[in-house]
């Protein structure tokens, strides 16, 4: 049964099959739907779409993984300044890390999903989860789960305070400061680490995973235990484990902004930062180097993830999203989507930079199926035009 949902919003001359995409996808899921697709090539928005009552083009969602491109974008600038270096051990900026036979690791392995410590053997409270540096004290202490450098595992909800405690003792600020003030002010983005309270109404509050009985047989089948290494990387184990979907729906998560998961975006924010780092915006140069994006994008751990259980591939803190979701974009792809769904990237190669977000969460948990179609037709159109 086909849904009466309105698509609003625009498309530049060339795009327009992205709209009709975007309505058919619409059509054909829950009357409830809400969600947005933004895109830009070289610069210049081309898709400005949103659907769902009560939504407009400037709401706000929990974006939650798509948080850590905004965290790596900070990294990948500060590397390209010069304030931080690569192949430097993580324990050049932060000493007490060493702990537990962790000195040896560098910031390049840190980055790259590589340092085996997904989280700590109790797990985290939820006002801990909240702030990244209280996360990162507790770290710098734990014992790994496997010897740094020698595998990978996908780090969900700590690698954001990982690497943002680099970047505190190397600049003497907080990672969400230096994105406020080098990216999301000077870009008026809407997209925050850290959601001020005036923008408080624009935030529409993340609604759970509402599965399909097949879906659900599909969860129910998939192995787990409190102390597993999935388990261990998304805080389950701990003795008050915040509901994955439920966390940018507690204020102080919002009003902190941890850099893994915390940030609140809209699909224009999401868009609009990939377009930022990667062209010329009113006047503005890109705010990466196209050394600095290929060296970000280069494969730096693929094959099996230790958590996930599953082929992915990482760059320097972001997805290689060409390989794990969309693999008709562009080689060095850069992005990283979240875990209701959203998902944004740069392809550096036709100038696309991408943002979606939707309001209820996903099956299965990931970027949600219908980007591979969306994100398809916004390419198809972007090479056309």
Known sequence: MTQEITVQGTVAEGFEAVREEFAAFV?????DYEGQLCAYVHGRRVVDLWAGE???????????SSTKGAAHLVVAMLVQ????????????????????????????????????LIGTDTGFSPKELADDRAMAERL?????????????????????????????????????????????????????????????????????????PGEQALLDSVPSGPHTLAAIAFNEHA????????????????????????????????????AALLS???????????????EFGQFHSVGYDLVARAHRAYGLGFQATADVWHPFLGA????????AG???????RSGLAYGYTRRRFAFPGGAAPENNRLAKAVHQATLAH
Do not use: C
Not at 27 to 31: F, H, K, Q, R
Not at 241 to 259: F, H, I, M, T, W
């Open 54 to 64: 009560g939504a407009d083009g400037d709401s706000l969602y929990g974006v939650f």
């Open 140 to 212: 710098a202490d734990q014992r790994p789960f496997w010897r740094p450098g020698t595998a990978f595992g996908y780090h969900a909800l700590v690698i954001g305070a990982l690497t943002g405690e680099v970047v505190r003792r190397a600049t003497g600020r907080t990672l969400q400061d230096v994105y406020e003030e080098r990216v999301r002010a000077p870009y008026g983005l809407g997209f925050y680490l850290g959601l001020p309270a005036a923008q408080e109404p624009r935030f529409r509050t993340t609604q759970p995973l509402r599965p399909t």
């Open 332 to 339: 060095g792809t850069i992005g990283h989507s979240g875990a």
């Open 342 to 348: 959203s998902q944004a990237f740069a392809d550096p």
């Open 81 to 116: 300044d010069g304030t931080l270096e690569l192949d430097r051990k993580v324990t050049y900026y932060w000493p007490e890390f060493a702990a537990e036979g962790k000195g040896a690791l560098t910031l390049r392995e840190l980055v790259a999903h590589r340092a085996g």
């Open 239 to 274: 003795a008050e484990p915040a509901a994955l979907d439920s966390l940018p729906n507690d204020r102080l998560v919002r009003a902190k902004g941890p850099a893994s998961f915390g940030g609140v975006a809209s699909a224009r924010g999401l868009a609009g930062m990939y």
């Open 27 to 31: 059509a054909e899921g829950p009357a």
């Open 280 to 294: 010329e915006i009113d006047g503005k140069a890109p705010l990466l180097k196209e050394d600095t994006v290929a």
